[in-house]
């Protein structure tokens, strides 16, 4: 029987396995094995230089970032297994949670398995991605191969014109591509995008293939409406097309919102379910940002540790 189980390996599990370790709950974290197409530790081992996290001043390595984060958590005690959880039941108590043929019992539950930023599949994808193409503009784009460069971003609501927005801070230009002929933004977001004067729209235009060796050079792009296809400048290139939480293991078991984010109650990491607890990106859609589930997974924690002290 555990005191606690953390699934996830991102910032919000490892910091809620520290916190959890620290007080003596002795954390059994699932770190995943490719859970949601990701290596454990998350979105972040997908980025190759953080700038904005705090405490490292250079810059560091998401993946060397992650792996700090996981000698702490084992040197605070936590147990942690290279296995995905494919199934709870959180219908009885303890919770039942199964890996495998494996299952376990537990009297809480941290879920912090994060949301996966949904891809495109362009040809050269796979090859460029972090390599000039990314799904998190705030994340990214202040990088210095990214400055005084022409960026692309692909999307038409309120995520692509804030993204948008936000790369002009440091882009020679950027040029928005969005399949149709209207943005779906905000009109309040929509009178910042159009005042931008380095903000160019490409309208009624997908991005067909992406150009570089080393890095992104160029993009081929294609009219939809003419089918005319050209050849554009793009040192990088921005995903903001949303993003999936990886909630499908719950079955539905627990509350979330329209999309599959899980809801909690305001200010809390407290779900509709007493003892089962949700922080990181699995649910926070808006900021997205890896010191942020950080700090939801010390939310969660000391949380965690509460409901203990009062239920047992």
């Known amino acids: 029987m555990e005191n606690v189980i953390i ?30 197409g990701v290596a454990s530790g998350g979105q972040l081992t997908t980025t190759t230089e953080i700038e904005n996290y705090p405490g490292f001043p250079e810059g560091i390595d998401g993946s060397a970032l992650m792996l700090r984060m996981k000698k702490q958590s084992l040197n605070c005690g936590t147990t942690i ?20 043929k494996q299952s376990f019992t537990t009297h809480s539950i941290i879920i912090a398995t994060g949301a996966t930023a949904r891809r495109l599949n362009i040809p050269g994808e796979d090859k460029l991605w972090q390599k000039g193409i990314s799904a998190c503009a705030v994340c990214d784009g202040a990088l210095p191969f990214f400055r005084n460069k022409t960026l692309v971003v692909i999307g038409g ?60 050079e160029n993009l081929e792009i294609k009219n939809n409406q003419t089918g005319k296809e050209s050849i554009i400048e793009a040192s990088g290139l921005f995903y903001a097309v949303g993003h999936t939480p990886n909630t499908d293991f719950l079955e539905k078991q627990i509350k979330t919102d329209k999309s599959g984010y899980i809801i909690t109650k305001p200010g809390s990491t407290v779900t509709n379910i007493p003892g089962v607890f949700a922080c990181g990106d699995v649910q926070d859609s808006k900021y997205r940002q890896a010191i942020t589930a950080a700090g939801s997974g010390c939310m969660a924690a000391l949380e965690v540790e509460k409901f203990l002290n009062e239920t047992n």
Request: charged fraction near 25%.
């Open 7 to 36: 699934i996830g390996s991102g910032p919000a599990a490892h910091t809620a396995a520290i916190y959890c370790g620290r007080a003596d709950l002795k954390p059994l974290m699932f770190e995943g094995m490719m859970a949601g």
């Open 81 to 100: 297994q290279t296995s995905t959880i494919n199934k709870v039941d959180l219908s009885v108590n303890p919770f039942k949670v199964f890996s495998g």
């Open 157 to 216: 609501g309120d995520t692509a014109v804030e993204e948008a927005l936000h790369l002009t801070k440091f882009a020679s230009v950027v040029k928005v591509v969005v399949r149709r002929d209207v943005l779906r933004a905000s009109k309040a977001m929509q009178d910042k995008f159009f005042r931008n004067k380095k903000i160019e729209v490409l309208w009624n235009t997908n991005v067909i293939k992406t150009i570089g060796d080393n890095s992104l």
